[in-house]
Antibody, heavy 119, light 106 residues
Framework: QVQLQESGPGLVKPLETLSLTCSVA????????WTWMRQSPGKGPEWIGN???????NYNPSLKSRVTILLDTPKNQFSLKLASLTAADTAIYYC?????????????WGQGTAVTVSS | SYEVTQPPSVSVSPGQTASITCSGD??????VCWYQQRPGQSPVLVIY???KRPSGIPDRFSGSNSGSTATLTISGTQAIDEADYYC?????????FGGGTRLTVL
């Protein structure tokens, strides 16, 4: 059974860079698309971006200038960096994964980590 | 940018059939997935590739997608089905989520 666990700071200052890591257990990081999502209070999930097991990435156009997602295959982890934070980036951040087939959905999710942007 | 639209809320009586729609330009030409999210929990995939159910999802959940509308249908709705439901599709390599529908089982 695949399990994902997010880790990172719960509080970050405005204009700083958020760094989160997702550790993958129970599966190889290969053969999956790995994704970062976020959800602001009372709103629906927002796709931040994903990284293919080959290392190629796709980002939400609205966040693309501030986002970097990287794969660390030896550690079976992937990471998110989100720069130039504002209060609007306060959310629960989830890592998730989907099998590398067209039309497959995100079938494995982490429990989410709450991030607050505040001075 | 591509958008998909859901009704904010749907109500259903226990045992009845609930239908939640997701609309988008030529959505029927794209794959659609559906997620269930209960308060305080991570989303759970309930339908992928328009109509396929992941293992462990009850067969009262079904999906369809044609024209500009995808539909999640819950037959014999139970109280435990009360949750937020989100549709998701793709626009090229970009993932798009709907705004969500709150299903209330009255």
């Amino acid at each position: 059974q695949v399990q994902l666990q997010e880790s990172g700071p719960g509080l970050v200052k405005p204009l700083e860079t958020l760094s989160l890591t997702c550790s993958v257990a129970g599966a190889s990081i290969s053969n999956y698309y790995w994704t970062w999502m976020r959800q602001s209070p009372g709103k629906g999930p927002e796709w931040i971006g994903n990284v293919h097991h080959s290392g190629s990435t796709n980002y939400n156009p609205s966040l693309k200038s501030r986002v970097t997602i990287l794969l660390d295959t030896p550690k079976n982890q992937f990471s998110l960096k989100l720069a130039s934070l504002t209060a609007a980036d306060t959310a629960i951040y989830y890592c998730a994964g989907k099998e590398d087939f067209a039309g497959y959905g995100l079938d494995v999710w982490g429990q989410g980590t709450a991030v607050t942007v505040s001075s | 940018s591509y958008e998909v639209t859901q009704p904010p809320s749907v109500s259903v009586s226990p045992g009845q059939t609930a239908s939640i729609t997701c609309s988008g330009d030529r959505l029927g030409t794209k794959y659609v997935c559906w997620y269930q999210q209960r308060p305080g929990q991570s989303p759970v995939l309930v339908i992928y590739r328009d109509s396929k159910r992941p293992s462990g999802i009850p067969d009262r959940f079904s999906g369809s997608n044609s024209g500009s509308t995808a539909t999640l249908t819950i037959s014999g709705t139970q109280a435990i089905d009360e949750a937020d439901y989100y549709c998701q599709s793709w626009d090229s390599s970009t993932v798009v989520f709907g705004g969500g529908t709150r299903l209330t089982v009255l």
